[in-house]
């Protein structure tokens, strides 16, 4: 690969920030993009923010960063440039009832401007150009290189290609990759074997600070028919003055049983739900009421390598939380780090 061969990594979430951050070190700028389907970064690490009051949000997937003794050290460099820039600060446990941390080695952190802000973070240092309302279809040989086609009937072309889309959507792809994995079927069992939890999100924005009269900041409800986790998420991100938002994951059981089901047709039944758990609360400004259909991986990929090469020249690599051993953010910082090196070894290689 010389070194201005193009890369794309596919995937506006965390593996694929980390991917170009720490590729960014070694190869110019200008060699990496990124294309997601989504409107903004984050993925399962998404922030949303209220019509009303933009500076209401709410962190509608991943919660907070756990960092493991392990991680701490093979990611240093990534946690310090975090916290240096406040990106990260230090979670306050304490008020998180139901909060399971048997190790005191493992460090807790939360992102007080919401979880996606450690996205955009890695995007940033990376230089890369970085597109959305891009979502790939096909991925096509073209001699040396892979002709990557967007649904807007985008193409172009590219010597190196990242996938770090949640498994059952590369499977959905089409073009030759269906082919390509259609002949190793131990990898085409591996993908298949990947499996993922579902879940229901609500999100309320009551665009003001509101005293909500509770003693936690943070719960996992045990034994609920619907809810497992609720927060109100500007306590957890340590903003007590800023405007109240609220944060409810339904349990793995209720999204597995209404996996197909309409997000919208369950809102007033969640929302109900939740107000008969708590009648004194003020009505919310807005709710925002969604599925994660690929939550957590629940079964990962067999040998957890942190990422799969398909295809040599081009190269066609598979990564994500699926590839590695823990569906969080230290399990895809070890997912981007595979990646860095494969491509890195590969770039030496060549010249
Ligand atoms: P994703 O974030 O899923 O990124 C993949 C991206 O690919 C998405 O942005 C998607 O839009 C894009 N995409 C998909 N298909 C296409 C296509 N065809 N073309 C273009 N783009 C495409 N982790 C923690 O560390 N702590 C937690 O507290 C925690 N809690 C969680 C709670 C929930 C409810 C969920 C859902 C996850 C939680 N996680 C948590 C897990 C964590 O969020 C994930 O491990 C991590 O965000 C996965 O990042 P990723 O970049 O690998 O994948």
């Known amino acids: 690969m010389s070194s201005c061969a193009r890369i794309l990594v596919v995937g506006g979430g965390i593996t694929s ?11 110019p700028q200008e060699s990496l993009t990124v294309w997601d389907k989504a409107r903004g970064a984050g993925g399962r690490m998404s922030t949303s923010r209220s019509t009303g009051n933009p500076q209401c949000k709410v962190d509608l997937g991943a919660q907070y960063v ?9 990611h240093k460099d990534m946690y310090n440039q975090l916290l240096s820039a406040g990106v990260l600060t230090q979670l306050d446990s304490q008020g998180i ?4 941390s048997e190790d005191p080695r493992v460090l807790h952190y939360t992102a007080p401007n919401g979880m996606s802000t450690i996205v ?16 790939i279809v096909e991925l096509s040989k073209s001699g040396n290189k892979w002709k990557v086609v967007s649904e807007k009937g985008l193409e172009e072309e590219f010597e190196t290609v990242v996938l770090t889309m ?4 590369i499977l959905e792809l089409g073009g030759d990759i269906a082919e390509l994995l259609k002949e190793d079927a131990s990898v085409l069992n591996g993908l298949k074997s990947v499996r993922y939890s579902s879940r229901f999100v609500l999100g309320l924005f009551f665009d003001e600070n509101v005293n909500l009269s509770v003693e936690w900041t943070s719960k996992y409800i045990n034994k609920h028919p619907i809810f497992r986790f609720i927060s109100i998420d500007n306590l957890k991100r340590g903003d007590e003055q800023g405007p109240t938002s609220v944060l ?12 197909d089901v309409n997000p919208e047709q369950l809102k007033d039944k969640l929302i109900n739900s939740l107000f008969e758990l ?3 609360w003020p009505k919310p400004a807005s709710v925002k009421c969604m599925k994660w259909k690929y939550s957590q991986v629940s079964s990962f990929y067999p040998g957890n390598p942190g990422s799969v090469v398909i295809s040599r020249n ?12 823990s569906s969080n953010f230290e399990g895809c910082l070890n997912s981007a780090s595979s990646v860095a090196n494969i491509i890195s070894k590969h770039a030496k290689q060549e010249l």
Do not use: C, W, Y
């Open 17 to 27: 920030a980390a991917t170009v951050s720490l590729l960014a070190e070694t190869i």
């Open 66 to 74: 756990s960092a493991s003794s392990e991680s701490q050290v093979l």
């Open 166 to 169: 949640p498994v059952p959507q």
């Open 120 to 135: 955009k973070h890695f995007f940033q240092r990376s230089g890369a150009q970085v597109h959305f309302n891009q979502r």
């Open 248 to 259: 409810v994951h339904s349990s793995v059981p209720f999204g597995v049983q209404n996996i």
């Open 314 to 325: 081009p190269n066609l690599i598979l990564a994500g939380d699926a590839f590695s051993s």
């Open 97 to 100: 009832e139901g909060f399971r």
């Open 278 to 280: 708590f009648p004194m």
